[in-house]
């Protein structure tokens, strides 16, 4: 591989459409000439950026695309960051990373130049495209070529790093199970800093040469006045978006709607993932459009490894099948591999799966078991498919499609001054999924309302790990060992 396969594939596409956004639309021929640019700028002389991160905060759009080009093109890592994120979160993958750059869109410069040269990075204003003529470094299959950053059961997010034959391997899979074609036209709401918006929707339709509209961010109404165009062919989204469409749709009068459903019925594929579909929603959104969602199951770890199919029977509540190239088994606590109708721990194998948690070597070791990579979530397989039961750790929540991290909230929450102890959890929430949720004893002569904490956390967390209720309490509930019930606190928060 001299260059990423994705790029090598633009060449052949270079005329089409790639990229639709609020200022028109743009060729992939222009794409790899503006990436051309980025690429030569980063490298400033060098040859090749050898595995160097490099973090970009460059809202959805054409220059998000020309700087993951670049960095790719250039031998670097993208990691890319989001506007939704707390300056802290910005910080702390910066220092995290060791970025040697950090690339960013004028409306975030006055804070993240500072964060920057505080970390000992290069800062780089998006716009400042320079440096075309550059050559460009040869790349091998197992350069590193991402980092996402995701809660787990540690309190600080860790960085996932994926090669670029991992990367190849998660679009290729998809790109295959779901027959994308050089004449899809998908409508991207998704952030560009996790795996569905970037593999699944992003990389998946470049791959494809076809075309990617930008709707950022995300708002209902907007996005069923562009599907009612009737111009897209693919849609995909967490189950929290298809509620709100549902919820706008709901509300909206009588020719409105008939426009919105005319024109989602002429999508060929609406797919749903990142957390548990319920089945009222995909019942809601067949009444709507005429769509039968297709749920799939997947994790930044690993790109996408289960799917219903997309030609024949796609179950409700089900998760489907490994896809093409996914090795999958469920275990038992001891690791064994569990029999045929028992639940279990699901574990991945298989070309997609990352390399490493970037600079965390105990971390990756734990994550791993004879090869196979434990997900933490349990499933059972019936009649042939398989059903997402939960996760092992009660810490990890999926809010909104977002994965956080129980302890990273509490560690935040126990540094307020009015804060003596706290518990965080989900709670079952018909639109998000799950809400965060948090209980907290306070110091002797303290009050504190959920307003006052949220405007407190904001700097230090983003918008959707601040819990939207709250309990106050003498004490949080303990087992025998002194350990608090998460269980307890969840059914005093729900
Ligand atoms: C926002 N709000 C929340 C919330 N997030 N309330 C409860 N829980 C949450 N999680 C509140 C805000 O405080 C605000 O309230 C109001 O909702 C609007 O805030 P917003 O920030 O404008 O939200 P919005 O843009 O509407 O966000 C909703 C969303 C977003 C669904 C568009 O959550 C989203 O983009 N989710 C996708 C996440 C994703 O891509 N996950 C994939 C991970 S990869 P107020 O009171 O101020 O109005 C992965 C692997 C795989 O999981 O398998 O795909
Ligand atoms: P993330 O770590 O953000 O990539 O999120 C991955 C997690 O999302 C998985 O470990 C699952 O817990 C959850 N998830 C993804 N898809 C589904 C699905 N279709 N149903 C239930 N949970 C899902």
Not at 88 to 101: F, K, L, P, Q, S
Not at 243 to 259: F, G, N, V
Not at 349 to 376: I, K, M, S
Request: hydrophobic share 45%; proline share 5%; net charge negative.
């Amino acid at each position: 591989m001299a260059e990423p396969h994705i790029i090598a594939g633009a060449q052949r596409v270079s005329d089409r459409v790639a990229v639709v956004d609020r200022e028109g639309a743009v060729r992939f021929g222009d794409l790899l000439a503006a990436s051309a640019g980025t690429a030569g700028a980063l490298l400033d002389g060098r040859s090749d950026l050898e595995g160097a991160p490099v973090v970009f905060l460059v809202p959805p759009g054409r220059d998000h695309v020309v700087w993951q080009w670049g960095i790719w093109r250039a031998g670097g890592i993208a990691v890319p960051i989001a506007a939704s994120q707390a300056v802290a979160e910005w910080d702390y993958i910066v220092a995290d990373t060791g970025a040697v750059t950090v690339v960013s869109s004028p409306e975030f410069e006055a804070t993240l130049r500072p964060i920057a040269v505080s970390r000992g990075a290069r800062f780089r204003l998006s716009t400042a495209i320079a440096g075309t003529g550059a050559s460009l470094p040869d790349l091998g299959d197992d350069c590193a070529a991402m980092i996402l950053y995701t809660s787990g059961t540690s309190s600080r997010p860790k960085g996932v790093l994926t090669t670029h034959a991992n990367l190849d391997a998660q679009i290729a899979t998809l790109v295959d199970a779901w027959h994308w074609t050089a004449d899809d036209r998908v409508l991207h709401v998704l952030p560009l800093n996790h795996v569905h918006g970037i593999v699944n929707v992003l990389c998946c339709a470049l791959w494809a040469g076809a075309t990617c509209e930008f709707l950022s961010p995300f708002d209902a109404a907007s996005a069923w006045e562009r599907l009612a165009s009737g111009r897209f062919t693919l849609f995909m989204a967490v189950p929290t978006i298809y509620s709100k469409l549902l919820a706008a749709w709901d509300a909206a009068d009588p020719i409105t709607r008939s426009r919105w459903t005319d024109g989602a019925s002429r999508l060929r594929l609406t797919v749903s993932g990142s957390a548990a579909l319920p089945v009222a929603v995909l019942n809601r959104w067949r009444a709507a459009t005429g769509q039968v969602l297709l749920e799939r199951y997947g994790m930044t770890e690993i790109g996408m490894a289960l799917s219903n199919p997309l030609v024949g029977t796609r179950r409700p509540g089900s998760v489907g099948t490994p896809l093409p190239g996914v090795e999958i088994r469920l275990v038992d606590d001891a690791g064994v591999e569990v029999a045929a109708g028992t639940p279990g721990e699901i574990e991945v194998r298989g070309p997609g799966v990352f390399r490493e948690y970037w600079h965390r070597p105990a971390a990756t070791e734990a994550a791993f078991h004879d090869g196979w990579f434990r997900t933490g979530d349990v499933a059972i397989v019936e009649d042939g498919s398989y059903r997402i039961l939960g996760r092992l750790s009660a810490d990890i929540i999926k809010t909104g499609g977002y994965k956080v991290s129980a302890l990273e909230i509490e560690e935040v929450l126990r540094e307020h001054p009015a804060v003596e102890e706290c518990a965080v959890v989900g709670v079952a929430d018909e639109d998000w999924g799950e809400r965060v949720a948090a209980a907290l004893v306070l110091r002797p002569g303290e009050t504190l309302s959920l307003d006052t904490l949220r405007a407190w956390a904001a700097p230090r967390l983003a918008t959707y790990k601040l819990p939207t209720r709250l309990a106050i309490t003498s004490e949080l509930p303990r087992n025998a060992m002194g350990k608090v019930v998460k269980a307890e606190v969840r059914k005093r928060l729900q």
